[in-house]
């Protein structure tokens, strides 16, 4: 199967089964409110530094939003990656469920409340626009992921070497 063969950079796997069960409910519900935002949406997109964003919106505009989603308190205080972001980002937002402790989210980041349903933005991150070759290969990156898992979707046997 694809996904036990994938490299960790395969822009084609949208969903690894790293994920707990409220963060892909909290992921599901950003990319729904996201997308009534008229924004284009990838989930798990692979960065050149190495990371993998848990969501990734971009504006007709071309703006460039990235989402960390934090399943819980433990998830946001052990995991100190969200900085590494910042360079491949317009804005950076953290998506988080009702009942997180709020006040820890720095005040740079943008907060967006949300469940399996739906989301809300509750305060906007700040805006640090990243450059234009930067931008470019965002959105280079994003087209691809995008496309590569259209293709996969509508012939999942594909590129396979089977």
């Known amino acids: 199967m694809r996904e036990s063969l994938a490299k960790k950079d395969d822009p084609v796997v949208a969903f690894d ?14 990319c729904r409110a996201f997308r009534a935002l008229g924004l284009s949406v990838v989930t ?6 190495g990371r993998r964003a848990d969501v990734v919106g971009l504006s007709a505009s071309g703006d460039v939003l990235i989402v960390e989603i934090k399943s819980c308190l433990l998830d946001y205080r052990t995991d100190t990656k969200w900085q590494d972001y910042l ?9 988080v469920a009702a009942d997180f402790p709020r006040e820890v989210i720095p005040k740079e980041a943008g907060l967006i409340l949300a469940d399996r349903y739906g989301a809300e933005l509750v305060r906007e991150g700040v805006e640090e626009r990243i450059t234009a070759a930067r931008r470019k290969a965002m959105m280079l990156c994003f087209a691809r992921a ?10 999942p046997a594909c590129g396979l070497d089977i």
């Open 44 to 49: 798990e997109l692979p960065l050149a530094n």
């Open 146 to 155: 995008a496309a590569l898992r259209l293709q996969r979707h509508l012939d």
């Open 17 to 30: 089964r790293r994920q707990s069960e409220i963060a892909a409910e909290l992921q599901r519900g950003v």
């Open 87 to 95: 360079d491949f980002c317009d804005r950076l937002y953290f998506a």
